[in-house]
């Protein structure tokens, strides 16, 4: 994978100095919660009801859960508690159902429509029902290849989804770019030897340790033409 600064080849391409950059890659991995979709008011209601059912803090829930599986998020918070499968699947089943308050990140839809269906994938802790549902309810397209909790048998931060998306799309790891909001989404993409962008809907650019940050995916856009070049900040290119 190739990254060029166009106004400054010497910047360091976390800093995100001196304009755009371009950056070509095999393919495109999202995340899902918060790098295409905005889904905090949902998840944050279900998580406050949760953890008042408990007796515990939500505040502790919510340092911890984005990007994480309910079940593993519930396993750290409440390790006592006996029905943690059972309790996680009804948490997800509860999600499914609510749809009130998702809004799609800024710039995605312009973003996903322009990559080629064979060169981006979604990789989610979600499930995929779960996943349909929060892109259908923006009006976001559903991937050819979506990685999902039924996918792998760990969730981030560990790299798994991330090698079996790029190894059904049939890249080598090495040149794929992980887009994420989450210091474990982050964690799990660089495990997984690929590059990340960052995005910092959710968490600050210095809490993601990404190779580069966005504030939302306006700032992305891809150049028309092969091999598959991605611009991040600076202005859009034009249409050819």
């Known amino acids: ?33 918060g790098t295409l979709v905005d889904s905090t008011r949902v998840v944050e209601r279900l998580w406050a009801e949760w953890a008042a059912r408990h007796s515990l803090n939500v505040a502790d829930i919510l340092a911890i859960s984005h990007g994480r599986r ?5 396993r750290l918070v409440a390790p006592h508690l006996p029905t943690l499968k059972e309790e996680a699947a009804a948490r997800l089943r509860d999600e499914e159902l609510q749809n009130e308050g998702l809004v799609a990140v800024a710039g995605a839809k312009a973003l996903l429509t322009s990559i080629s269906h ?4 979604i ?24 990685i999902t909790q039924e996918s792998v048998p760990l969730g981030k931060p560990h790299p798994a989804g991330y090698l079996e998306a790029a190894r059904i799309l049939r ?18 993409g660089r495990a997984a030897g690929m590059r990340v962008l960052g995005v910092t809907t959710t968490y600050p650019a ?13 700032e992305v856009a891809i150049i028309p033409g092969v091999p598959l070049t ?11």
Not at 118 to 121: C, E, I, P, Q, S
Not at 206 to 218: F, P, T
């Open 171 to 188: 890249c080598e790891p090495q040149n794929c770019l992980v887009v994420e909001d989450s210091p474990i989404g982050v964690e799990a």
């Open 118 to 121: 064979d060169k981006w994938a």
């Open 1 to 33: 994978m190739i990254i060029h600064n166009q106004n400054d080849p010497e910047a360091n391409p976390a800093s995100n100095r001196a304009g755009a950059y371009e950056l070509v890659c095999d393919a495109v991995l999202f995340d899902l919660d």
């Open 123 to 146: 990789v989610t802790s979600c499930t995929q029902t779960l996943a349909e549902v929060r892109l259908r309810g923006v009006g976001l397209p559903v991937p050819t290849v979506m």
């Open 206 to 218: 210095e809490q993601l340790s990404a190779d580069l940050c966005v504030a939302d995916l306006s």
């Open 230 to 240: 991605i611009r991040i900040g600076g202005d859009p290119p034009k249409a050819q």
């Open 70 to 74: 309910a079940e593993d998020t519930m």
